[in-house]
């Protein structure tokens, strides 16, 4: 329970460390808890979603639930994938690359990123509420799960005294990688109707196209790709079920 917990208090800005002191050893084993969290951070985000659309416009009550989850999470993984877009925009050698990444300054290629990756997902309005509500959370969770795997397949590319968290995450074993997959899945099975599971594979096309990217460049993966990956992947199932959806 402890690394549950750890992974709440990691990947949101909610007070989880009230309920208990988690050992610093605990965050090292918080990524296959990563689409539980997405329960919690997706469920928000759709509960505001839900709520919004009852009395305003579409695409104010899309704005609002964006705006729930960057409050939940402390734009963690927006953070993320501004630095990476950064580095891997600016730099041209590993260690060019991790440097910009390091640096705390958002620069061109983080603003426009950003700017792109808001204004296709506010395209996203013009989907019926009830099933924006269930793709955000289906979404969400999925997506977590398809970035938890690049600690899997990568080691991490810096030194663990590096790391903005002072620790290195740990690979998952059979059962934790079973427990990240009926979690991050088990929105799909419940909700989501079946002419639309196609759009899993999105995020595991996206993935794989960023894994090779990092391995490339870095021969490994930062925080930093981690946030970046959950949120790539979330918006090409997004894009993806909205082509699902038109067609």
């Known amino acids: 329970m402890n690394n549950v917990l750890a ?3 990691m990947l949101t800005r ?3 460390w009230k309920i208990k002191e988690v050992p610093a050893e605990c965050f090292k084993h918080v990524v296959p808890y990563w689409p539980l969290v997405g329960w919690l951070t997706g469920g928000v985000m759709a509960a505001v979603l839900w709520l919004a659309g009852q009395i305003m416009p579409m695409s104010l009550a899309w704005i609002l639930a964006l705006i729930a989850r960057l409050l939940v999470t402390g ?8 630095d990476f877009l950064d580095g891997f925009g600016g730099g041209t050698t590993r260690e060019r690359t991790l440097a910009i990444m390091k640096d705390s ?3 061109s290629y983080g ?3 950003l700017t792109c990756y808001f204004l296709l997902l506010l395209q996203l309005h013009h989907l019926p509420l009830e099933l924006l509500c269930i793709l955000v959370l289906c979404g969400d969770c ?3 799960f398809c970035a938890s795997q690049i600690v899997n397949y990568l080691p991490y590319a810096r030194k663990e005294e590096e790391s903005k968290n002072k620790a290195v995450y740990n690979r998952m074993n059979r059962h934790e990688l079973l427990a990240g997959f009926i979690c991050g899945l088990l929105p799909f099975v419940l909700l989501l109707p079946i002419k639309l599971w196609i759009a899993t594979l999105f995020p595991l096309l996206t993935f794989f196209l960023l894994y090779r990217l990092m391995k490339r460049r870095l021969q490994g ?3 930093d790709c981690c946030g970046a990956t959950f949120l790539l992947c979330e918006l090409s199932f ?3 079920s909205l082509i699902l959806i038109i067609n």
């Open 221 to 223: 993966y930062t925080g």
């Open 75 to 82: 734009c963690l993984h927006e953070d993320g994938l501004a």
């Open 105 to 107: 300054h958002i620069g």
């Open 7 to 9: 992974a709440f208090i």
């Open 14 to 16: 909610l007070p989880f």
């Open 111 to 113: 603003v426009i990123g």
């Open 142 to 144: 999925w997506s977590k």
């Open 238 to 240: 997004y894009l993806g």
